[in-house]
């Protein structure tokens, strides 16, 4: 059974700085991981998606990195802003025949400013 | 592109009442939805799969006969909570997948149910 990991559970930032949020997962078959951010009471929004052969993918002040053999995946996020503060999710999918999202606990971020 | 609509965005029912939540992609076809359920400070849990004109697939532990899922349509999936009970007030989540092989889920806004 997939299990996915986040941590820190929470974070705290100042304004500006750069940051990393971790992933891990169990059973390194993955198709995809994607990093998703989620407002309080909102749905969800899809950041990026890693497919398993990329290493990284990139969009704007996000870049996330892929580790499928270890099992982990990071999201770098670049001078920080007070709008970043949200939850943010990772999940991992087993392709087809398993297309399932399995979800991480999620990193509550907080950007001081 | 890619947007996935939920309906309704709040609903408050009272013990053993059903109520009908749905989901629709706006601008693409989803040939396959999925229906999931988040607690307070909890992570998203898949409760099943729906495929269009075909019966859901629902993950261990959940109760197909109390969450019915109807996919009719290549746009339309809805989730039913029948008989609802105050422990089934969570936020209900759906995702739409694209077709192609990227594998890609989009989500709704989510629908937050209150049973009183």
């Known amino acids: 059974k997939q299990e996915v990991t986040q941590i820190p559970a929470a974070l705290s930032v100042p304004e500006g700085e750069n940051l990393v949020l971790n992933c891990s997962f169990t059973?390194?078959?993955?198709?995809?991981l994607q990093w998703f951010r989620q407002d309080p009471g909102k749905g969800l929004t899809s950041l990026l998606l890693?497919?398993?052969?990329?290493r990284e993918q990139t969009s704007g002040r996000l870049n996330a990195s892929l580790d499928k053999s270890s099992g982990r995946s990071t999201l770098y996020i670049a001078a920080s802003q007070p709008g970043d503060s949200a939850t943010y999710l990772c999940?991992?999918?087993?392709?087809?025949?398993?297309?399932?999202?399995?979800f991480g606990t999620g990193t509550r971020l907080t950007i001081i400013p | 592109g890619a947007v996935v609509s939920q309906h309704p965005s709040r609903v408050i029912c009272k013990s053993g009442t059903s109520v009908k939540i749905e989901c629709r992609s706006l601008?693409?076809?989803?040939?396959?939805m999925f229906w999931y359920r988040q607690f307070p400070k909890q992570s998203l849990m898949l409760m099943a799969t729906?495929?269009?004109?075909?019966?859901?697939?629902?993950e261990q532990g959940v109760e197909k006969d109390k969450f019915l899922i109807n996919h009719a349509s290549l746009t339309l999936s809805t989730l039913t909570v029948t008989s609802a009970h105050p422990e089934d007030s969570s936020f209900y989540i759906c995702?739409?997948?694209?077709?192609?092989?990227?594998?890609?889920?989009?989500f709704g806004p989510g629908t937050r149910l209150t049973v009183t």
């Open positions: 995702s739409a997948r694209t077709g192609g092989l990227s594998y890609e889920q989009y």
């Open positions: 890693i497919q398993s052969s990329q």
């Open positions: 729906s495929n269009e004109g075909s019966k859901a697939t629902y």
């Open positions: 059973d390194s078959a993955i198709y995809n």
């Open positions: 999940a991992v999918s087993g392709g087809l025949g398993n297309e399932k999202l399995t």
């Open positions: 601008d693409f076809q989803a040939t396959t």
